[in-house]
């Protein structure tokens, strides 16, 4: 019992889009390394399954905080599809990364975040396409 209490206190159980992760008191404490100063990034218009895998490749290649929506500090929109999101209207005004879902593995092929360029998403639907002209035009 004492042990179990003792974990308790040096752990701390989270939920994150319906995945448990278990935080120690070490954990913590790297974590309040200005995480202010650290890229941030959204993804949008993925599949279930393909939530999860960036939520994974994003935690083994670091370096981001991830968001549940596009803020003020975002600066990278992962994009499973090109389509008209309140995300995607809101990374475009904010002038973030918009990258493809191929960025991630990629990435992760490579055990290190590549160069957006390669994975820019540049081929936006109608609508988005209609919303990028009226808010630049």
């Not at 083994?60 to 975002?74: A, Q, R």
Request: charged residues 30%.
């Amino acid at each position: 019992m004492i042990i179990n209490q003792k974990f308790q206190k040096s752990h701390s159980q989270k939920k994150h889009h319906g995945v448990s992760v278990t935080v120690t008191d070490e954990r913590k404490e790297k974590l309040k390394i200005d995480r202010s100063k650290q890229p941030r990034i959204v993804c949008t218009r993925l599949h279930k399954d393909d939530v999860q895998v960036f939520y994974q490749i994003v935690k083994k290649l670091g370096g981001f905080v991830i968001e549940d929506e596009v803020s003020d500090k975002t600066t990278h929109l992962v994009a499973g599809e090109p389509k008209r999101t309140v995300n995607m209207l809101r990374a475009i005004a904010r002038g973030c990364w918009i990258v493809k879902h191929e960025w991630l593995l990629k990435s992760l092929e490579e055990g290190k975040w590549l160069p957006e360029e390669d994975f820019e998403e540049t081929d936006f639907s109608p609508s988005v396409q209609y919303g990028l002209f009226n808010c630049l035009g």
